[in-house]
């Protein structure tokens, strides 16, 4: 899961309210807040589980009140608008949930957006081994590249998947701890060759 501080949430400028769970009152976020939230959460997780667009349709579907203009300005504060609309895309497309117009008018303008929803509504339906061939690893697809708001996101998004190491580096490369700092020259070797493996079928 990803926590609000990994996502750029400032506690300090998100407004919180308390909810009483039992004989406790915990803080959580405002409907607004929240929205933003599980759209980034779902876009980070790449959709993967009707669960997280059933999220983001009941929150929607049981706060008529919600005020949009400020949910778009939470997504944009945190350069966020592309995976805000992309969860609302997937709960209108799959669940139907009734929108604002402004809001739909924007939906419609994206068409990036959109051509992403209707792909990831398609994975719904596609076998897991038959997806895993499509990627060099589980952790990088194209959709991440075109659901971000700003080419900085994109590039820091690359390098971070193509040098930073994985569980699965140290044990392809288990060494010692003196010489850990290689596996940032050998993670990006690894991904190469098993990209040209999986193409060519080595």
């Not at 778009?72 to 949930?97: K, P």
């Not at 590249?145 to 193509?162: H, K, N, P, T």
Request: aromatic residues 12%; charged residues 30%.
């Amino acid at each position: 899961n990803y926590s609000p501080v990994q996502i750029g949430i400032d506690y300090e400028k998100w407004k919180l309210e308390k909810v009483k769970i039992y004989d406790r009152e915990l803080l959580t976020f405002c409907s607004e807040e929240l929205l933003v939230y599980l759209c980034v959460h779902g876009a980070r997780e790449g959709w993967g589980r009707l669960e997280l667009v059933c999220c983001v349709a009941e929150l929607i579907r049981s706060r008529p009140d919600l005020d949009w203009d400020r949910v778009i300005y939470l997504a944009e504060t945190i350069h966020c608008r592309r995976m805000l609309l992309l969860g609302i895309i997937l709960a209108t497309d799959m669940l139907a949930i009734d929108l604002p117009k402004d809001i739909l008018g924007r939906l419609e303008k994206d068409t990036n957006i959109q051509k992403v929803s209707h792909g990831i509504i398609k994975h719904f339906f596609i076998k897991k081994h038959e997806l895993s061939r499509r990627i060099i690893s589980n952790r990088f697809s194209f959709y991440q590249l075109r659901i971000r708001d700003r080419f900085y996101d994109v590039v820091w998004y690359c390098l971070r998947i193509a040098i930073i190491p994985t569980k699965k580096d140290l044990n392809t490369f288990p060494l010692p701890r003196q010489f850990s700092f290689l596996l940032y020259v050998l993670r990006p070797m690894r991904l190469v060759f098993t990209y040209i493996k999986r193409k060519y079928r080595v």
